[in-house]
């Protein structure tokens, strides 16, 4: 158990702690001696809910001494919210509870504004609320956002100071909306926050409705691939434990009063080394055949179907991670066979039950 990152003993809430990121930090929260964990969660079904039960488990397996209390309950529910503030009083808020992905806004408009803006606002509340218990008050909230935010951004990589005015779905609308709710409420209530956005985050027990494991279903199953705009559109994929490791480090790394009033800052958390669709499936289908999870005979071309862009998609995300690195003296640096092979390996075992 580690003794030294700074948050021992802190009673840390999770927002979203069955979903993929959330579920992967209570994980690795608990390695931290003395971290009570309070984590609430949904289970919504917008993909498998066994796999969010899956997640859930892993961490109460893990949890042999009781610190980790899970409250299945929907953040955009105000009195949901402020009671579970009032019953744990975290000192640590991180919120990644959210309606994710591009393209089910299309059809699902509400279920963003439910949780991504209402959810927010709620946590932002509770969080306003806590500061006039004194004590009590959360000496930290940080928060999820998104590549997604910057668009169709022309420049390249991209920087926390560039233009994020021009959202290409709404889901990124929304997380645009996150930052500049909180940014109201860290400069009005001194509220000290810490936005993140993420760039295509992957690995064991990730998100079904991304690409790279939507690609491993169909793959497994003997089925082709359709990779859009061509098997061009390049990413910034960024291996889940890099994103671990700099939510921690940024965890005790609380926003001092800025110049205009404000408690506030925001980080790129990405892997600054965009790869294109067509090289990412190329090494996938390779580690996936090295964990049996496929045929050794397969070959791509077989297998893919080049198509068009589609709605709402960006051509690149690509991260500028120096400010993350001169802050946190960490980046992420796990290299993308190595975090394919690693998925390769849990998916298997998943798999098998
Ligand atoms: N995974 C990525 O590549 C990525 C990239 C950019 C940003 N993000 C952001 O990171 C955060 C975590 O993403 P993830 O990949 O773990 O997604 P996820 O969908 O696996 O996890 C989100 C969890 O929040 C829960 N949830 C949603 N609405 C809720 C509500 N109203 N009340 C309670 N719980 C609710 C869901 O049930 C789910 O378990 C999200 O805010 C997402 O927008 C993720």
């Known amino acids: 158990m580690s003794n030294n990152t700074g948050f021992e003993n802190k ?11 959330g579920g992967s930090l209570a994980l690795r929260l608990l390695d931290t001696a003395g971290v009570k964990i309070v984590g609430i969660d949904n289970v919504n079904d917008y993909y498998e809910t066994s796999l969010k039960e899956y997640r859930l488990e892993r961490i109460r397996t893990k949890d042999t001494d009781g610190r980790f209390t899970f409250i299945r309950g929907d953040i955009a529910d105000k009195k949901t919210v402020l009671d579970m503030f009032d019953k744990h009083r975290p000192d640590v808020v991180i919120h990644l ?19 991504n803006i209402i959810g927010t606002f709620n946590i932002l ?27 169709d951004n022309e420049k390249i990589p991209y920087s926390e100071s560039d233009n994020t005015d021009r959202p290409v779905s709404l889901y990124a609308a929304t997380k645009k909306a996150d930052e500049a709710l909180a940014y109201s409420y860290a400069k009005l209530y001194k509220i000290p926050m810490t936005g993140m956005r993420f760039f295509t985050v992957y690995g064991p027990a990730g998100r079904p409705d991304m690409a790279y494991y939507k690609f491993t279903k169909k793959l497994a199953a003997g089925e082709k691939i359709e990779l859009y705009n061509k098997g061009e559109n390049k990413r910034d994929f960024t291996y889940v434990d890099d994103v671990l490791e700099s939510i921690e480090k940024l965890i005790t790394l609380v926003p001092p009063v800025g110049i205009q ?34 045929d050794e005979g397969l070959k791509f071309e077989d297998l893919t179907k080049l198509v068009d862009a589609a709605p709402g998609d960006v051509l690149m995300t690509y991260a500028d991670i120096e400010k993350l690195y001169k802050d946190t003296g960490t980046r992420p640096h ?12 849990w998916y298997k075992e998943y798999t098998a039950g």
């Open 11 to 21: 009673t840390i809430l999770v927002t979203g702690c069955a979903g993929f990121v």
């Open 97 to 115: 509870a959210a309606q994710a992905g591009v393209r089910y806004s299309i059809d699902n408009p509400d279920a963003y504004i439910q949780s």
């Open 125 to 151: 509340e509770a969080c306003r609320f806590s500061m006039d218990k004194g004590e009590d008050a959360v000496e930290h909230l940080l928060f999820a956002s998104s590549s997604s935010v910057y668009g």
């Open 261 to 294: 009033g404000e408690r506030y800052r925001i980080y790129n958390i990405g892997n600054n080394s965009p790869v294109d669709t067509k090289t990412f499936v190329a090494i996938l289908m390779e580690e996936l055949k090295s964990a049996g999870v496929i």
């Open 334 to 345: 796990t290299e993308l066979r190595e975090g394919l092979a690693r998925f390769a390996k």
